[in-house]
């Protein structure tokens, strides 16, 4: 277990007065608030795989959720998966055409994918939308 981990779950040996931390629950154990939460710190602190692992069962078992579809996408995009983040992102604009930041994301995607000629047309829609690209 990493050090990350080993934070994350309260297991390191000892806190900062030599006490043993407290446990958290295991991720298996979170309900779906927690889950995010987890998910949204692992995402900021750059463990994408990770967040990505703990926001997979929320938007199967939410699909309507933007927020937590648009933060798996990113996580996938910034672990360098990229296929998986562009079939997410074409969802999201397919289903939520006015979301500016998912067209965004999805041009970003394809340009990093090699296929900038491809995302041009988000990337400007993600613009008219009033995003600074």
């Known amino acids: 277990m990493s050090d990350f981990e080993s934070m994350l779950h309260g297991t390191s040996s000892s806190g900062a007065s030599g ?14 608030h927690a889950r995010y939460d987890r998910a949204t710190f692992a995402f900021e602190t750059r463990k994408y ?9 929320l ?6 959720n933007a927020e937590v579809t ?11 998966r990229l296929t998986r983040a ?12 006015s979301d500016a930041y998912a067209h965004l994301a999805l041009a ?3 340009q990093r994918s090699n296929r900038a000629e ?12 009033g995003l600074e690209v």
Not at 49 to 57: D, I, N, Q, S
């Open 70 to 80: 648009l933060l798996l996408a990113r996580s996938y995009y910034h672990s360098a």
């Open 19 to 32: 006490e043993p931390l407290v446990g958290l629950p295991a991720d298996e154990d979170l309900d779906d």
């Open 49 to 57: 795989v990770y967040a990505a692992g703990l926001l997979e069962p």
């Open 108 to 110: 970003r995607t394809l």
């Open 118 to 129: 491809e995302g041009a047309r988000h990337l400007k829609l993600a613009e008219a939308m």
């Open 86 to 97: 562009e079939e997410l992102l074409r969802a999201m604009v397919e289903r939520w055409p």
């Open 59 to 64: 938007v199967q078992g939410n699909p309507g």
